[in-house]
């Protein structure tokens, strides 16, 4: 993308509204713009991280066998009554009444509409286990609205529904799913750090929610720092075996960790010393086993074996996907902006060309910028270097290549890692071949 | 994808509540279902067949330069107070209040909210021509919601909004997107009918609406049969000349497209007659453009060269990515079922192993299936064959490679067209080169 053509408005000025890093640098790198309290635009940067992120959850959860749908936003209240949920849910969930003044809803979750799909669909214990999920835009009416996408109201999210036959099956499904999230999160170049959580209003006895690291998580969390080592990308894991799974399970719940909420003083004094680790969390997942609940309440059955109706065993398991665009940052970034992780970064690198209009300069820039013009940002504004520099650092490509014209009479580029801050000279092919190995 | 293991709720018997074909088989093959009056969720293969389009949009929209943003579906009514449209529009638009009484819409469109984060964004004329879109749910409570999606209430759509300096230069940016969208529904495998519309409530003096012809159509539409043949993608126009613009516009319209609406007897009296062709059509996207008339009534401008203020010259063009699912299939169909064109096929073909457990049988199934598991559908059921026949054809996969005892023994797996019917007797490895070429 060729910066002066592009819709990239970025702001030298921290806006006021802005109480979090997050927010600030997304409205400074022209990533999202609020239209409402609570509720943004994805403007294109923006979105390049959403759906570089949406894409990394898909695929990990392909790798498992769940199932990619859509459902819509909107939903009929009829469902929510039959599950009891329709009067128990909170102003939360925002109620509307179509032209026929038929009660609606802007789903905050699906379990009902999920369960009513599976009811429709499956009917006998062959068709078991399913595991269905989608990413979708959903709707909770907070009632302050605050720290951008990171407590929106209209947020994106990725909600996944298991359906398995009896509760041995349903924990392979959770164990299974669990790997799926190590895996997503290790990708997205964050490290998320899963705790035995509290079940809450949704019930069930199995539950863990992930936390990534950050000073201004919301949560204190207390783990033991071989989670943080582990690489469980290059865990050798069989999904389709119970044994399997039970022995990653059990390894993985063997270390310590824990929010404030449920910290154990005492097994916390059994974790070594010097892998005790302190710090805050912000959650971007949280997986359920919840049994029955759906199934029995909306009465939706299978037919088993000896053709007699079994409830099956159900578990939900959500990643918020516009809530870790902001979590990311949070977790990686310095005094001159955003730090991105190479998976989710909206561009593989930036072109920064120091002088428009000196033919050497020129010609380099779009060499370069022809090795991957959809996947490269090519900085071709008539601004000064300082400005460059700085709106490259705010919006924190993996690399920065800086071509001025005393280096491009050499043929050389200057390279610039956004993390380490490291220079070095290149030249064309090398710098090239550096483009080429990012997101390889 | 095995379908033993898949979510793929075919039925056998018409549903009584669809009226028209494409609901009919959306809803046999297990593409969609109902969740209430005019709302439908995507199920994996519809939704399959849904992203295939909006890649395809999302590619041609690219290589015009428009760049992709993403608005929420929930907007604040004041935007839409400033326009003056809140009030003009009628009971389709879905108005809805939160929780602390504050009034919001279910966006059924987006001009009001584009305009307003461009103003934000974009200060000078250097800045321009911009074209944004999305592909985006929306909201229309249509008072009597039918046909499935073809009609539906929550709907898929692209829609781009374009910002130039002066007419001549929105008259280019018109002229680009038209271009792309001969290419657009060119690559979809269908043939859309550009014809001059109406440009009605939306108001402004250029627009033209694109149909798909099917029998179904709720249009009637009159057309040379030159403009069915002209290769679109083959077509050289540099979108960067105005010229080169003008020339394929001004060779577009002079073959003879119009509505009953807006037919013109004397002027299809010189359409050669072997070249008139009538029939009925489907709109499945329209482009407008309308001038001032948002960016005078919001008072967004521009500083121009002078410094004085400019209000920008806006069109909007959209396309019916939901829609569209629907409308090929009532372009392409036959009594067994959908005939998708390669590019929106859920899968590239089907496998069909006429003897599940067979050694011979299973092995080259398993072959072939490797060559692409993401996009192959294998029917490793335990059904009989001809209920796998009659699902492949209800499918619509561009080819299925029938694999029984019979071939196996001498390593042949039989390969059917869908289109046509034809079938031939192919080595693994042909049918593995058949398998590459689709959609390479």
């Given at each position: ?37 609570g509720?943004?635009?994805w ?7 959403l759906r ?13 066998g ?9 939903q ?6 039959r599950?009891g949920?329709?009067?128990?849910y909170?102003p ?8 026929h ?8 979750t699906?379990?009902?509409?999920i ?7 499956v009917k006998?214990?062959?068709e078991?286990p ?5 990413i ?12 951008g996408?990171m407590?929106?109201r209209?947020?994106?999210m990725?909600?996944a ?7 041995d099956?349903?924990?392979d499904?959770?164990r ?9 999160f290790?990708?997205?170049g964050?490290?998320?750090i899963?705790?035995?959580?509290d079940t809450g209003p949704?019930?069930?006895e ?11 998580g919301e ?25 399997s799974?039970?022995?990653?399970f059990?390894?993985?719940t063997?270390?310590?960790a ?12 059994k ?14 997942g ?24 079994l409830y ?10 516009s809530?870790?665009v ?8 310095d ?7 190479a998976s989710v970064?909206?561009?593989r ?13 020129d010609?380099i ?14 900085d ?7 400005a ?6 705010l919006l ?8 001025g014209p ?5 043929g ?10 490291e220079?070095t000279?290149e030249t064309v ?9 990012i997101?390889?």
């Open positions: 993308m060729r910066l002066s053509r592009s819709f990239l408005p970025t702001l030298k000025e921290n806006p006021a509204e802005a109480q979090i890093t997050s927010h600030r640098l997304m409205l400074r790198a022209g990533m999202i713009r609020q239209t409402a309290a509720i943004y635009a403007l294109p940067v923006g979105l390049r991280v570089n992120i949406a894409n990394i959850v898909r695929h990990e959860q392909d790798a498992v769940a199932q990619e749908l859509l459902m819509p936003t909107m009929s209240a009829d469902l929510w009554k599950s949920r329709y009067d128990a909170g939360e969930m925002l109620r509307i009444r179509d032209r003044e038929r009660d609606m809803l802007f789903g905050p699906n379990e009902e509409m369960t009513d799909l599976f009811g429709q669909a006998s214990y062959k078991l399913q595991v269905l999920y989608q979708q835009w959903k709707f909770r009416d907070e009632v302050r609205p605050r720290f996408v407590r929106g209209e947020f994106y990725k909600d529904y298991s359906f398995d036959l009896d509760h099956s349903a924990v499904t959770y299974r799913m669990m790997l799926a999230y190590l895996r997503t290790q990708r997205l964050v490290r998320a899963p705790m035995r959580a949704i019930g069930g199995l539950s863990h929610e992930f936390l990534i690291l950050a000073p201004t949560s204190g969390v207390f783990f033991d720092s071989a989670l943080e080592d582990q690489d469980w990308l290059a865990e050798n894991v069989d999904v389709t075996s119970r044994d799974l039970e022995e990653f059990t390894g993985m063997a270390f310590y824990a929010t404030d909420e449920m910290h154990d003083a005492d097994a916390w004094a974790v070594p010393a010097g892998r005790q680790r302190e710090g805050r969390g912000i959650e971007v949280h997986i359920f086993n919840f049994g029955r609940k759906y199934t029995e309440s909306m009465d939706i059955a299978v037919s088993g074996p000896d053709g007699a109706p099956p065993e159900m578990g939900s398991y959500g990643i918020g996907v809530r870790l902001a979590a990311i940052i949070e977790a990686s970034h005094d001159n902006g955003i730090i991105w992780p970064a909206p561009f690198a930036v072109i920064i060309n120091l002088k428009n209009g000196d033919a050497q300069c010609a820039c779009e060499k370069l910028y022809a090795a991957a013009p959809d996947d490269l940002l090519y071709d504004r008539a601004e000064r270097a300082g460059k520099f700085a709106d490259a650092d924190g490509h993996p690399l920065q290549l800086i071509v005393r280096g491009a009479k050499d050389k580029v200057e390279v610039k890692d956004r993390r380490t801050g220079r000279e092919d090398a710098a090239l071949a550096l483009i080429a190995k997101r390889a």
